[in-house]
């Protein structure tokens, strides 16, 4: 807090502390216990630049809402599987979401794993699905076969988080075709702020040709540094640019992030007093306070 003179009556008052976004800090309450489970809302975590932190996010986020007694399942939608790695679960010689696009006959249930982490499964995806786009272009519906998937066991969940790949490919399209809503992770940078603008008017075309439920849950920044001007410029950017949709919640960069990664281990269990997990834990309640997750 912050002493300033009142010029009314000369008293002093305290000011809010300003987060990183330049609003008051604050901390969102712990959500309450649900009562039951399901149906799942689904969440595509989005950015056709890569490296902007998308599957960090859908990994700790996982886990920080499973911490939270939500049942959540990470889909792998990318065809490098660094979320399947990331979360150390198989990717050969299982299915995968890329079975279950071409196939009706398997049921999600036989893909889905377990993780180490209680309440948090997740569907694998391994470089066949870099095959998909082209065995889904000659489909009757291609952009919603995702969708139909996903309907098989959104009962089973609160949440599904898709981490998508960096294009806005068909696969992107069938992501944000399946969700309710959307979450952009955008790194403190330059470069990857211009992108910005195209990934929302892709979102509103969705809405307005395959997917009226749709809406931008929030643009998450990541990688923030706080001793950079760059940093703290371009997250000021942001907040003029879209306001009250930049979630409160800041990612910082940090390397432990790719220690957890190393360990195949969200980082809310490798180092669970970090304040990189305390930020993820704050980014769940957020979600929760906002209405994006139950």
Do not use: W
Not at 267 to 272: G, L, R, V
């Amino acid at each position: 807090m912050e002493q300033t003179q009142d010029p009314a009556d000369g008293t002093a008052s305290l000011d809010p502390e300003l987060g990183p976004t330049g609003r008051p800090l604050r901390d969102f309450p712990e959500p309450a216990p649900l009562r039951s489970h399901g149906p799942a809302r689904v969440i595509a975590l989005c950015n056709q630049k890569g490296g902007v932190g998308k599957t960090t996010t859908t990994i700790n986020l996982g886990a920080a809402l499973a911490d939270a007694g939500r049942r959540v399942l990470a889909v792998d939608f990318d065809p490098q599987g660094a979320l399947s790695a990331g979360l150390g679960v198989q990717t050969h010689d299982v299915p995968t979401i890329y079975d279950l696009l071409l196939s009706r006959q398997l049921e999600p249930s036989d893909a889905i794993q377990r993780t180490g982490v209680a309440g948090l499964d997740v569907i694998p995806a391994n470089i066949d699905l870099s095959a998909a786009e082209v065995h889904l272009v000659s489909e009757v519906a291609r952009e919603q076969i995702l969708a139909g998937v996903l309907r098989r066991v959104a009962g089973d969940y609160d949440v599904i988080l898709i981490d998508c790949q960096p294009s806005l490919g068909l696969l992107t399209v069938n992501a944000l075709t399946a969700s309710h809503g959307v979450i952009i992770p955008l790194e403190c940078e330059y470069f990857a702020l211009r992108g910005v603008a195209l990934l929302i008017e892709t979102i509103d075309k969705v809405r307005d040709r395959l997917n009226p439920a749709i809406s931008l849950d929030g643009i998450l920044a990541t990688m923030y540094d706080a001793r950079t001007l760059h940093s703290r410029e371009v997250l000021e950017r942001v907040v003029e640019a879209f306001g009250d949709r930049v979630l409160e919640t800041v990612i910082t960069r940090t390397v432990k992030f790719p220690d957890a990664t190393v360990a195949a281990t969200p980082i809310t269990e490798f180092a669970p007093e970090h304040a990189a997990s305390r930020a993820y834990r704050q980014l769940a309640r957020e979600l929760v306070f906002r209405g994006a997750v139950a």
